[in-house]
C-alpha cells in the first residue's frame, strides 16, 4: 500500500480523495473511485447557564433551564441536563440526555426544595464536553393547608351588619 501523511488537516472538515497512478514514464492511469470522511471535532466548549440563576428562590412549576452554547455557530450539538437534590449528583432527579436546543422548560419539583443543576454537549463525533458550573435553585415553600372557616356559619341568616369572621388555621 502507498501513503500519504498530509501535514495537517483542518478539524470539523470534510473531505473527499482519490487517487491515480502514474508510471516511471510519466503515464497517467485513471482515477480511483472517490471517497469522503469528515475530521474529529473539537472537544465541546464549557456551557454558560443562563437561568435559574444560581441560587435563585421560590420557584414554581414549570422552571425553565436554559444556557448559552458557544460551539452553536459552529455545528450542532446535543445537550443533556441533570438536577438532583445533591450537589454530587448521585442519584439525579432528572437526567436528561438527546435534548437538541439550549433551552428547556419543566415541572413536577417538590415544594421547598434546594436543586442542582448542570449541562453539558455531545458534539456530532460523540465526544461529550466538560460538565457546567453546579447551580443551585430553590422552590416555593410548602404552602400550607387552606383555613376552616368557623363563623359565621354557612348558609346564616340574619347575620349583624359588623359580624365576627373567625377561621382555623
Do not use: C
Not at 52 to 59: F, M, N, S
Amino acid at each position: 500500500a502507498t501513503e500519504l501523511h498530509p501535514d495537517v488537516l483542518e478539524r470539523n472538515a470534510r473531505y473527499h480523495w482519490r487517487v491515480r497512478a502514474v508510471d516511471v514514464f510519466g503515464k497517467v492511469g485513471a482515477w480511483s473511485g472517490s471517497s469522503s470522511f469528515t475530521t474529529r471535532y473539537d472537544t465541546p466548549a464549557l456551557l454558560a447557564q443562563v437561568t435559574p440563576v444560581r441560587g435563585a428562590e421560590g420557584l414554581a412549576d414549570p422552571i425553565r433551564f436554559e444556557w448559552s452554547d458557544p460551539d452553536a455557530a459552529r455545528w450542532s450539538n446535543t445537550y443533556r441536563l441533570q438536577i438532583a437534590l445533591s450537589p454530587s449528583f448521585s442519584e439525579p432527579a432528572v437526567d436528561t440526555a438527546g435534548l437538541t436546543h439550549p433551552r428547556i422548560d419543566l415541572d413536577g419539583f417538590a415544594f421547598g426544595q434546594t436543586y442542582h443543576w448542570r449541562v453539558r454537549s455531545t458534539n456530532p463525533s460523540a465526544t461529550a464536553g466538560p460538565w457546567s458550573e453546579t447551580w443551585n435553585y430553590s422552590t416555593l415553600p410548602m404552602l400550607p393547608d387552606a383555613p376552616v372557616l368557623l363563623t359565621p356559619d354557612d348558609g346564616a341568616r340574619n347575620v349583624s351588619t359588623s359580624p365576627a369572621f373567625t377561621w382555623q388555621d
